[in-house]
């Protein structure tokens, strides 16, 4: 599958804030700072040209925040707040570690095409939280937890328009296998969106979710009351699950696909200009199919 790479690839200069690369000032990089306890070491794997680590400077964060914001407000017309220049910016970042997937054949140097945020449990307790709890009762299941399991929150994922493949997806979630066995992580979850703030355009979908795979208590994150949407619209029996599958974002079909399960009631981004659901992976349920579909050479990772 892919191939460790002792030394990662540099970026270049952006030719346009779309592109997602990001060049300039020395101070720009500087090695990002921990900001919690922990602080993760760094990666390195290659498949192809395809590259996958973590952001080491403050010039890669900035890079994956230039995608977000090609993904979310140039593409998407979604952000009306929250952005510095050409940059998807939130109080959650200086936090985060920010996972990135690096064309290193790209045109013009090499520039990010895919990118996660990842917050772990013990840095969102002395950092202000998680973003999923602005939507979600997340911290009313974490409370219920057995002792000593730990969380970590994925969020702000987008990959480029232009990247959106099997490979591309494939060494982003190659990265989160590796982050999640370095720090012993339990339970992933985060929001994953719908595109519109219409619940009723994806009311199949939705209902598919909620009736095939709807989170076991007590791991059931429900939606803020104040904000809940009811998923369960249809019947069962009323729906082709070949069609509801097909109607599921390819993101959201590819957390199907390794065992993940959602939470009960969707949430509407009014900023985003998304319908959210909170997907939830329990890594002891799902261990086997993951590594199966993306480590298959190094289960050990």
């Known amino acids: 599958m892919s191939v460790p790479s002792k030394k990662s690839t540099a ?14 000032a020395a101070a720009a990089h500087a090695p990002v700072v921990a900001s919690g306890p922990g602080a993760a070491k760094n990666f390195c794997e290659r498949a192809g040209a395809l590259e996958v680590r973590l952001a080491e400077t403050q010039a890669d964060v900035a890079a994956c925040q230039q995608l977000r914001h090609a993904v979310f407000v140039e593409e ?3 952000l009306t707040s929250g952005l510095v220049g050409a940059r998807d910016v ?3 970042d200086d936090h985060a570690d920010h996972l990135m997937v690096v064309d290193t054949a790209a045109p013009g140097g090499a520039r990010v095409v895919g990118t996660y945020r990842l917050l772990r449990q013990e840095v969102a307790a002395v950092r202000g939280g998680f973003y999923t709890a602005q939507e979600f009762d997340i911290d009313g299941v974490i409370a219920k937890a057995p002792e000593g399991t730990r969380f970590l ?3 702000r994922s987008c990959v480029h328009k232009q990247y959106r493949t099997r490979p591309t997806i494939n060494m982003l979630w190659r990265g989160i296998g590796l982050y999640v ?5 339990d339970v992933m979850f985060g929001c994953a969106s719908f595109p519109g703030t219409d619940p009723a355009q994806h009311r199949l979908p939705l209902s ?4 095939r795979f709807l989170a076991p208590e007590p791991w059931r994150v429900r939606a803020l009351a104040d904000r809940h949407v009811e998923m369960n619209t249809m019947e069962a029996s009323a729906m082709s699950e070949r069609e509801a599958f097909r109607a599921l974002p390819a993101l959201i079909r590819g957390y199907v696909r ?3 399960v959602f939470g009960d009631g969707a949430v509407i981004d009014p900023e985003l200009k998304t319908v959210d659901v909170l997907v939830m992976s329990i890594i002891a349920d799902v261990q086997d199919k993951y590594y199966a579909r993306f480590s298959a050479d190094d289960r050990s990772a």
């Open 153 to 155: 929150e994925l969020g």
């Open 181 to 185: 066995a370095m720090h012993s992580v």
């Open 258 to 260: 390794v065992g993940c």
């Open 90 to 92: 939130d109080r959650f």
């Open 11 to 24: 970026l270049a200069p952006a030719s346009s804030p779309a592109e997602a690369s990001f060049g300039g």
């Open 208 to 211: 598919f979710l909620y009736h």
């Open 76 to 78: 998407m017309a979604g």
